[in-house]
């Protein structure tokens, strides 16, 4: 339990963070990776370069320093945190190290505004907090279906749309598994481990099959932009062929459909995408048509063009199984982009709505829902990147 002054002097660095923070993160991530190249493969290159991940630790540390008093007040943001460090097999060992670093950074960037008082302060704080994450993340170390890293076999590749692969993995004889410890929940993402340098990297991807009974599938779009240019995934494109072996952590993720809604017929159910963006929904989707086909169903999906839109033909099938489903594909080469005025004419005022895609389309997404006067409470998104890196 934090002393009362403790949380005043936290509370009171709200302004500074508010005005510094991106910079303190931009600071912890260089000089903490420049110093531990071994904690490098568990960050992604293109959200450290487009500086992403610096906006989302920065709001993650402000959400923390105005909730300093109640931080039970996080938990959804705890466990969003969490199930990507278990994925990412994080461990009670690394925070000493983070904590080192963040401390450093807010020092070197507030230099004599850092006053002791305040160092002090932060440094409780912390402690604090990483005694949270370490204790949701035990929990979800202990859920997991299997520990560690596993070898799995590509079993299958196939193109889905422009740049996009879809992955099917077996485990490998060596892992110690078989399909039968393969279980997760549709929405959740598996995490690959991969050798494209001398260095291992890792990164998340979503699955796209409501079960593993005939493998675990995941999808993977090549970037080839610019200087963001995906290693992982330009990698995996280019070089993984079936017969080759990549390592797996278990699933992870709380991306999910309301349990409590899939019976049910009262709540229309609305899967809202940009490209590849539609991986997690497709699983989401098998596991509502096997669940309950009734259930009134609304597909909007966002791409370049007929060809670049991924799982198309398979999302028309489903649809077919569905007794209420309109289908509504956005092709941004010949048609104006997903507006207000699409969404208020294509979603019900009382849908559950999923939404996934870019942090741009997910946070454009998320703002013209708000004007609509759609609810929070109703709207659930995942977007590519981290979470808290979108303004809300």
Not at 19 to 47: A, C, P, R, W
Not at 142 to 168: L, S
Not at 179 to 190: A, M
Not at 281 to 308: C, D, G, H
Request: proline letters at 4%; aromatic letters at 8%; charged letters at 20%.
């Amino acid at each position: 339990m934090l002393s009362q002054e403790t949380c005043d002097t936290v509370k009171a660095t709200v302004g500074v963070l508010e005005q510094h923070g991106t910079t303190i993160t931009s600071v912890f991530y260089h000089n903490m990776l420049s110093e531990h190249e071994e904690l490098k493969n568990v960050f992604n290159d293109t959200n450290q370069t487009r500086g992403v991940q610096s906006t989302a630790l920065a709001a993650t540390v402000l959400a923390a320093a105005k909730s300093i008093e109640n931080l039970e007040t996080l938990l959804t943001q705890v466990v969003q945190i969490g199930h990507k460090h278990r994925a990412l097999q994080v461990k009670p060992e690394h925070y000493p190290i983070v904590g080192k670093y963040l401390l450093g950074a807010i020092k070197e960037v507030l230099g004599d505004a850092a006053s002791p008082e305040i160092m002090n302060a932060w440094a409780e704080a912390y402690d604090a907090i990483a005694k949270i994450l370490i204790s949701v993340e035990a929990g979800l170390y202990k859920e997991a279906k299997w520990d560690g890293w596993k070898a799995f076999v590509v079993t299958d590749r196939e193109i889905e749309g422009e740049n996009n692969v879809v992955f099917t993995v077996k485990p490998a004889k060596e892992s110690g598994l078989d399909l039968g410890h393969i279980s997760y929940v549709p929405g959740q993402y598996t995490t690959v481990k991969v050798h494209p340098t001398s260095n291992d990297a890792l990164r998340h991807y979503s699955i796209c099959s409501s079960t593993a009974s005939k493998g675990l599938k995941f999808a993977v779009k090549r970037d080839i932009n610019g200087r963001n240019k995906g290693l992982v995934s330009t990698y995996l494109f280019d070089r993984i062929r079936v017969g080759n072996q990549i390592m797996l952590s278990a699933p992870a993720g709380d991306f999910a459909l309301d349990k409590k809604l899939i019976e049910q017929n009262d709540f229309p159910l609305v899967f809202l995408s940009s490209g590849i963006g539609a991986t997690p929904l497709v699983a989401m989707m098998e596991q509502q048509v096997e669940t309950n086909s009734a259930r009134p169903l609304v597909w909007i999906q966002s791409s370049f063009n007929e060809k670049n839109q991924p799982f198309g033909s398979y999302v028309n099938a489903l649809l077919r199984q569905c007794s209420k489903a309109t289908s509504h594909a956005i092709h941004t080469e010949t048609m104006p982009r997903i507006s207000s005025e699409t969404l208020s004419e294509n979603i019900p005022s009382d849908a559950d709505i999923y939404l996934c895609g870019s942090e741009k389309f997910v946070s454009d997404m998320l703002e013209l829902l708000s004007k609509l006067g759609f609810s929070k409470d109703t709207i659930h998104y995942e977007p590519f990147g981290p979470k808290m890196a979108i303004p809300l």
